[in-house]
């Protein structure tokens, strides 16, 4: 509840941001607070440096990117969820937002201080590696974009370079006809994915044409159900057919599964595939 | 105009200072010259205290003191235990305020840093460099008392801290003739009350005059002096223990607290004002829990369907000291309930108070009641299983017929009064049982696990008697009083010993005075929760206060009455047995519209002009009400259930309860206090729990992991009373804080195991999470 | 190590110098002395320290003073003048949609962004939109009943 003293700077703009970060050992950067804050509360984290990036314009907002959408990193959840442009582009991006949390934490999480936390149980890194999303990211050497594949690489680890910073995240505009859906076993505390799965299905002549399916909460990461997209590839969409499938997904966990005192390995991953079959029939349902 | 609103659901008196922000807290209270408290916590379940080392802690910015166990030696006393079971081979060992040598749970308190900032006091915790040896660790509170499980206390072989018995007939032989016997083995889980405000202390000494004032979060300011007094040795009269708003306890806030101790010490020790507030995750470790008892029981019958017996082995775990009331909770207020709402001739339970390495247990909301609840009402589903009857039709055999003043049960205590089945044919009727159990067989019959629970119970509250707490160890009374106090304009103040926090008894007693002498009920103000402006009482807890508070009130109401119509008869020149009373005025029968009202005859006392010869001036009268008896309030509730067998989620559909509190004053109130405590007794059925890995480090240690009823988990439910006074209390009234919560945790358990009746499930430890759920319904389908 | 922050309140500014560190509800309840807001917890679950940041509703123990330097607040204080009270005030009284009162505060400030947001929630709605406000004392259903009065007061239905 008392985090302890750290030494404050406001950035004003991303290139001040990443020089704050590069001259300061140890320097952490605050968005919306939500992750970082908790923890130097409960001094599980105590950053010598903080550096604010909440005020710096260039970080917020959504705007069309092409056929798809261009998320700055200071874009709360809330914002997400009620984007006109996120829900008719990457409607399952809105659909995971409006579930991150509570009202109050929507408010104020941003997707950029999300994905940097990557904390498995999230709800938006699973979403984002289904949707193919990019994470862009400015420092010292430029900027560059990270597909979301790549970017989560363990627990609470990611592919951004000492200094580097989340600028905004670029999202493919999902297919049209695509039927997409996030669906989410909620922890009843925390509020966070116990198990999530993220599906985006087209259908074509009453087959499947193509899957992305993805599931967070199970591994230290987001995993791609690549067993179930194959089992799914020119397969029919009926109910058994989409229970098939999902039920393929226990192939696809690299034996890192995590459990806790709510949730076992094993429970998470037979979770899973209740869950990849729920998201597939309500992707399948609202396709066309 | 009528003055009455006893019976009514009027608004509460006490919400404008609350829902506009205004109301202080103990955290809000701010006072010149104040320091900080922060506590350093053992973060070890049982280790040796080899060396502490403050020096650098003592030397941090704004740090004032640095104090260890070492210096509260010859200050403070030992942390009282203040329920004494007799016959029960009760152990007491020491519990220091601040742990000298040996730490015995995970927040064992082990330092104290006092400075400017609760910042600066939290930075300097951690420079206090403590050297732990790691000792062994038991959490199970069955396994803690085998011979071999690690020692808590040198002097408490096998941990066992009292053994206490209960028995009326002849368990033995009844089991040996019965026709169906059914056993289980129930946990209930180690609980976290969670008030919304956390515990706070405010301590200010002066030592010229040797006062000391302390604002407290605490249910029972006088206690709270009582035992301060005690730890301290600053004696009673000079010390002020001051209850402000206090935000809800549910019986985490009755226990006297090392860190009241510590605050005080640190103020006397530093002259200056000190504040301690804990975090919400200290709460989760240094704050008194519930429940935490394992129970191997066992029920017999006759084939007829009759009940003829009862047995129990309970273990029920104390944590690692013995906190203020902890052993009544698992004896007195558990054991005597074995009978339940039944006629059970035959009982006999053994129960173990055994120390394990985890935060002490203490009374939380319900106090032993919900654990005798659940496991008779468990073993009642069982028994109507295993003679294949419905347990509605079960439990209506078995009830103990209407009653209306006393009825005898085989552990020995005596029921005030009761309409059992009233309450039962009322659930059933509301819930349309009949249409329920053809729905569940209709999604029976589509594979759905649909289930059907229900709970008749009845509770031992309106705490109570003080010979009887006297002798069953009680060191204290459970009387109340009350001052009623006319002021010349005719307004009123009534001054209480207990001190509610958030059940509207500033609004239920000020309609009790109402009543009593027909004045307006916002010319009523109930003053409490400040030992230097109220009389003694003894608290707020075990759904006593409305009773025996109220009692209090309503004697020294027509104490006022009868003076009144003394004063009245004097100024009317008539004879006092010529004056008749109604709704607040008094006049000479057949003229009254010659009325004195009482607001007349509270100027003309305070005045004075004209008194009658000998009658002393004022308007003004106290009275101490000791209950006669205990009040038992009791009911019926019933919920449905859907388990998912992909998941094992547990979806609550809908709950019906149809409670008997006797004559209800404020029946808004009285709903409220059900939904409250329905929710808080779901909430052990379906996701509360304290858990602990091997050494004794709690997993559930914020919000984040123990998992809280929240709005969005829940239905609406649907709340119905029958009304049986209570038949030696002078307004009839029973209690009902507590109702809900004692119903609720075997009426969810049943339901989800009906569901899961037709896979072979009998049993799963509480709380019923998904998992669970899932795993025992994947073992019945392997055969498991 | 301070910061300069100012922060307007209520419609009054407070302002002062403060530890970086310091969190948002520390400065509302310790250098504006408005105590409606509480702390119940530290890990940002039971929104009693509920305040409307900006007009939309955060957790003041999870935002740091400094972060909302330059910001609008305003705390249950603000609501109304303690006589004529807000209709969610009212409801809540009229419903017993409190009972220790300590979590009212939180609830009502997320409550009148619910109102905001859609003056005609559900039942369902509105258990959603108070999923991050825990109460301990009423098991929710008169608060639910109280936000339903409320909106009714306000004009919708």
Redesign the interface.
């Given at each position: 509840?008392?985090?302890?003293?750290?030494?404050?700077h406001?950035a004003a703009s991303v290139a001040e941001a990443v020089e704050l970060l590069n001259g300061n050992e140890g320097a952490k950067l605050?968005a919306g607070?939500?992750s970082l804050?908790?923890m130097?509360?409960?001094?599980l984290a105590s950053p010598p440096t903080?550096v604010?990036i909440?005020q710096v314009a260039e970080l917020k907002g959504v705007s069309a990117d092409g056929d798809g959408v261009r998320i700055g990193a200071l874009t709360t959840h809330?914002e997400i969820a009620g984007s006109a442009l996120v829900q008719e582009r990457a409607p399952v991006l809105a659909e995971a937002a409006s579930r991150v949390?509570?009202?109050?934490?929507r408010?104020?999480g941003t997707i950029g201080g999300n994905v940097a936390h990557g904390d498995p149980q999230s709800d938006l890194p699973t979403v984002l590696t289904a949707l193919g999303a990019t994470i862009n990211a400015a420092g010292q050497n430029g900027e560059r974009g990270i597909a979301a594949a790549d970017f989560f690489t363990g627990l609470l680890e990611n592919a951004l370079d000492d200094g580097e910073i989340v600028t905004s995240v670029s999202v493919p505009g999902v297919a049209s006809g695509a039927g997409t859906a996030y669906v989410k076993?909620s922890?009843?505390?925390?509020?966070y994915s116990v198990v999530g799965a993220a599906a985006i299905v087209s259908v074509a002549n009453g087959v499947c044409s193509s899957a992305s399916v993805v599931v967070g909460g199970v591994e230290s990461t987001p995993t791609r159900a690549a067993s179930v997209e194959a089992a799914l590839a020119g397969s029919g969409v009926g109910a058994d057919a989409l229970a098939a499938a999902a039920s393929a997904v226990s192939g696809d966990f690299q034996g890192d599964a995590m459990g806790?005192?709510?949730?076992?390995s094993e429970?998470r991953q037979?979770?899973a595939g209740?869950y990849v079959r729920r998201a597939l029939e309500a992707a399948v349902a609202r396709g066309g | 105009m009528t003055t009455r609103s006893f019976g009514s659901g009027i608004r509460r008196r006490e919400d404008p200072r609350l829902i506009t922000g205004k109301a202080p807290y103990t955290d809000d209270i701010k006072l010149p010259g104040m320091v900080h408290a922060a506590i350093l916590r053992s973060p070890h379940a049982h280790a040796n205290i080899k060396s502490i080392d403050t020096s650098a802690a003592a030397s941090q910015p704004g740090v004032v003191a640095v104090y260890t166990g070492a210096d509260t030696d010859g200050v403070l006393a030992g942390m009282p235990c203040a329920w004494l079971i007799p016959g029960s081979d009760l152990k007491t060992p020491e519990h220091p305020a601040i742990a000298k040598d040996r730490v015995r749970y995970v927040g064992d308190a082990v330092a104290v840093v006092v400075a400017g900032t609760?910042?600066e006091a939290?930075?300097a915790l951690?420079h206090i460099e403590v050297e732990y040896e790691t000792l062994g660790v038991v959490i199970n509170p069955k396994a803690a008392a085998q011979p071999g499980a690690a020692q808590l206390h040198d002097d408490v072989e096998n941990n066992i801290a009292f053994t206490w018995a209960v028995a009326g007939g002849d368990a033995d032989a009844a089991f040996a003739a019965a026709d169906v016997t059914v056993s289980d083995t129930i946990t209930l889980p180690r609980l976290i009350a969670n008030p919304m405000e956390p515990r706070s202390a405010v301590a200010s000494y002066m030592a010229a005059m040797g006062e000391l004032t302390l604002w407290s979060t605490s249910q029972n300011p006088h206690i709270a002096r009582f035992l301060t007094s005690v730890v301290t040795g600053v004696p009673e009269h000079k010390i002020r223990v001051i209850a402000p708003e206090v935000g809800g306890g549910f019986g985490s806030k009755i226990p006297y607290y090392p860190d009241e101790a510590i605050t005080a010490f640190c103020a006397m020790k530093l002259g200056v004002p000190v504040k301690w507030t804990e975090?919400?995750?200290e709460n989760y470790l240094a704050t008194t829990q519930g429940r935490d008892h394992v129970e191997e029981v066992e029920m017999a019958a006759t084939s007829d369907g009759t009940i003829t017996g009862l047995r129990t082995t309970v273990y029920a775990g104390m944590g690692a000291y013995l906190s203020t009331a902890a052993p009544g909770v698992p004896t007195i207020l558990h054991g005597l309930m074995y009978s339940g709402a039944y006629n059970i001739p035959n009982i006999s339970g053994t129960i173990y108070g055994v120390f394990n390495n985890g935060t002490p247990v203490d009374a939380y909301r319900g106090a032993g009641r919900p654990e005798a609840t659940t496991l008779i009402e468990r073993l009642v589903d069982l028994t109507a299983a295993a003679l294949d009857m419905d347990p509605a039709e079960f439990r209506r055999k078995n009830l103990i017929p209407k009653f209306e003043n006393g009825h005898d049960v085989a552990t020995g205590i005596i029921y005030d009064s009761g309409d059992y089945e009233l309450t039962l044919n009322t659930c059933l009727a509301n819930a349309d049982y009949e249409g329920l159990r053809a729905a569940q067989a209709a999604a029976r019959a589509e594979g759905r696990l649909v289930g059907i629970g229900m709970a008749t119970w009845v509770e031992i509250c309106g705490l109570g008697p003080s010979q009887v707490a006297g002798a069953v160890g009680f060191q204290g009374g459970l009387w109340e009083s009350a001052i009623v106090r006319f002021h010349p304009t005719g307004k009123v103040n009534v001054m209480v010993g207990s001190s509610p926090h958030g059940q509207g008894e500033e609004t239920t007693f000020a309609q009790i005075v109402s009543e009593e002498l027909g004045v307006p009920v916002e010319d009523v103000e109930i003053i409490h929760g400040d030992t230097d402006n109220t009389p003694m009482g003894w608290g707020t807890y075990g759904s006593r206060t409305t009773v025996v508070s109220g009692g209090a009130i309503a004697f020294a109401s027509r104490k006022i009455k009868e003076k009144s119509k003394e004063l009245a008869a004097h100024l009317l020149e008539a004879a006092v047995e010529d004056i008749e009373y109604d709704d607040g005025r008094f006049f000479v029968r057949g003229s009254d519209d010659q009325a004195k009202t009482i607001q007349d005859i509270a100027l003309m006392a305070n005045v004075a002009w004209s008194m009658p010869e000998g009658m002393e001036p004022g308007l003004e009268a106290s009275a101490f009400y000791d209950p006669p008896n205990f009040t038992y309030p009791f009911g019926t509730h019933l919920a449905v259930v859907e388990v998912n067998a992909?998941?094992g989620h547990i979806d609550l559909q809908n709950y019906w309860a149809v409670d008997d509190c006797g004559v209800q004053i404020n029946p808004m109130i009285v709903e409220g206090q059900v939904h409250g405590g329905v929710v808080q007794g779901v909430g052990p059925a379906l996701?509360e729990g304290v858990?602990y890995d091997d050494n004794g480090q709690p997993?559930?240690g914020?919000?984040?992991?123990?998992?809280?009823p929240?709005a969005d988990?829940l239905p609406d439910i649907n709340v119905a009373s029958t009304t049986t006074p209570s038949p030696h209390h002078p307004l009839g009234l029973k209690g009902v804080g507590e109702a809900g919560t004692i119903a609720a945790t075997p009426t969810v358990y049943n339901a989800v195991m009906d569901a899961l009746r037709p896979l072979g499930v009998n049993r799963v430890d509480m709380p019923l999470?998904?998992?669970k759920v899932?795993?025992a319904i994947n073992d019945a389908k392997n055969g498991g | 190590?301070s910061?300069p922050v100012e922060i307007t309140i209520n419609g009054r500014v407070f302002s002062g110098e403060v530890?970086?560190?310091q969190?948002l509800v520390h400065f509302i309840r310790e250098n504006a002395g408005l105590t409606g807001t509480k702390?119940g917890c530290?890990?940002?679950?039971c929104?009693t320290c509920?305040v409307q940041?900006d007009g939309?509703?955060?957790?003041s123990?999870?935002?740091?003073a400094?972060?909302a330097s330059g910001s609008t607040v305003n705390t249950i204080e603000g609501l109304s003048d303690g006589v004529d009270l807000h209709p969610l005030q009212e409801a809540f009284w009229n419903k017993h949609g409190l009972q220790c009162g300590f979590c009212t505060p939180g609830m009502i400030m997320?409550s009148e962004?619910?109102l905001r947001n859609n003056p005609s929630p559900s039942r369902e709605e509105i258990r959603h939109?108070l999923?991050?406000?825990i109460c301990r004392c009423t098991g929710y259903q008169n608060i639910v009943s109280a936000v339903e009065e409320a909106a009714g007061a306000m004009g919708g239905s």
């Open positions: 509840m008392f985090p302890s003293q750290f030494t404050y406001r605050l607070g939500h804050l908790p130097m509360k409960l001094r903080l604010d909440g809330a949390g509570d009202p109050a934490v408010n104020r076993f922890h009843p505390a925390s509020r806790d005192v709510y949730a076992s429970y037979a979770m209740v | 609760r910042y939290e930075d951690e975090t919400r995750s992909e998941t996701w858990v997993l559930t914020t919000m984040q992991d123990y998992a809280l929240r988990l999470t998904p998992e899932w795993r | 190590m910061v530890e970086p560190r969190l702390v530290d890990t940002s679950q929104g509920t940041l939309a509703i955060a957790k123990c999870t935002v740091l400094v972060q997320a962004e619910l939109a999923e991050g406000n």
